[in-house]
């Protein structure tokens, strides 16, 4: 089994991207905690699923205590959860900004500090991104730039973590096919429409995978053994400069 011996500690871990992730781990024999607002859909994975937001600094270091108690050290720390509204500018409030940054930004940070200690020499830390942060795109302007955050200390942590053998890698997804296409409290005839302006825009004319993402994701957590600070894009040619 390919990922036999191997502990992972996944973060908006229950479905989309995250669980596809929990998925391919388990199948291949890694030990895993994975969390989520809420676990229900994380029933019947044959994985520990911890309830915790990403925004409560309380959650997070609780997780660290858990991960210690159940995992001791771990492989890979893969931070995907995510928040994100299809809001225009003008009618983003204050509360839709600081869920956003709260979500991605310092979650993703804290989250990352409170569990590094845990990685072994030769771990990995891998985030989650999103093509938004290469595009202008209507609606996502707050999202965009709490992705461009974590991408921008995804190089510092790389280097800091680097005398320690940890790696620090991102997975950029462009348009993925999951149920919310990764937005909040949109309507479906609205998300249908998000369908299919991807399809349009995407020079290979289709949506990602869930699993196309998450190959990409373990890629860098086991396979790139000499790459940090990197950018992996799965995106179809979206955020590329490619002609669509």
Same mark, same amino acid.
């Given at each position: 089994?390919?990922?036999l011996?191997?502990?992972a500690?996944?973060? /908006?871990?229950?479905?989309?991207?995250? !669980?596809?992730?929990?998925?391919k781990?388990?199948?291949?024999?890694?030990a895993?905690?994975?969390?989520? !607002?809420? +676990?229900?859909?994380?029933? /019947?994975?044959?994985?520990?699923? +911890?309830?915790?937001?990403?925004?409560n600094l309380?959650?997070?270091?609780?997780?660290? +205590?858990? *991960?210690a108690? !159940?995992?001791?050290? +771990?492989? @890979?720390? =893969?931070?995907?959860?995510?928040?994100?509204? @299809?809001?225009?500018?003008?009618?983003t409030?204050? &509360?839709d900004?600081?869920?956003t940054?709260?979500?991605?930004?310092?979650?993703?940070?804290?989250?990352?500090q409170?569990?590094a200690?845990?990685?072994?020499?030769?771990?990995?830390?891998?985030f989650?991104?999103?093509?938004? *942060?290469?595009l202008g795109?209507?609606? @996502?302007s707050?999202?965009?730039g709490a992705?461009?955050?974590?991408?921008?200390?995804? !190089?510092?942590?790389? &280097?800091e973590?680097a005398?320690?053998?940890?790696? *620090?890698?991102?997975?950029?997804p462009?348009?993925?096919?999951?149920?919310?296409?990764?937005?909040?409290?949109?309507?479906?005839?609205?998300?249908?429409? =998000?369908?299919?302006?991807?399809d349009?825009?995407?020079?290979?004319?289709?949506?990602g995978?869930?699993?196309?993402? &998450?190959?990409?994701v373990?890629?860098?957590?086991?396979?790139?053994? =000499?790459?940090?600070?990197?950018?992996?894009? *799965?995106d179809?040619?979206?955020?590329?400069?490619?002609?669509?």
């Amino acid at each position: 089994m390919k990922y036999l011996g191997r502990k992972a500690v996944v973060t /908006g871990g229950t479905h989309g991207m995250g !669980r596809a992730v929990v998925d391919k781990l388990v199948d291949g024999g890694a030990a895993v905690v994975l969390t989520g !607002r809420t +676990i229900e859909k994380a029933e /019947g994975v044959k994985a520990h699923a +911890i309830a915790s937001d990403a925004a409560n600094l309380n959650d997070v270091a609780k997780l660290k +205590i858990e *991960v210690a108690q !159940r995992l001791q050290g +771990i492989d @890979l720390l =893969f931070i995907n959860v995510g928040f994100s509204t @299809l809001t225009p500018f003008d009618a983003t409030t204050e &509360a839709d900004y600081d869920r956003t940054f709260d979500v991605n930004t310092k979650g993703a940070f804290f989250t990352a500090q409170h569990l590094a200690p845990l990685i072994k020499p030769g771990g990995s830390i891998v985030f989650t991104t999103s093509v938004a *942060v290469n595009l202008g795109s209507p609606g @996502l302007s707050v999202y965009a730039g709490a992705k461009a955050a974590v991408r921008a200390f995804s !190089r510092g942590l790389a &280097a800091e973590l680097a005398p320690a053998d940890i790696r *620090v890698n991102v997975v950029s997804p462009g348009f993925i096919d999951t149920p919310s296409m990764g937005v909040t409290g949109v309507p479906q005839e609205v998300l249908q429409q =998000f369908k299919e302006q991807g399809d349009r825009v995407t020079p290979l004319k289709r949506h990602g995978t869930m699993n196309e993402v &998450a190959d990409a994701v373990l890629f860098l957590a086991f396979d790139a053994t =000499f790459t940090t600070g990197s950018e992996l894009a *799965v995106d179809g040619g979206l955020g590329q400069g490619l002609s669509a």
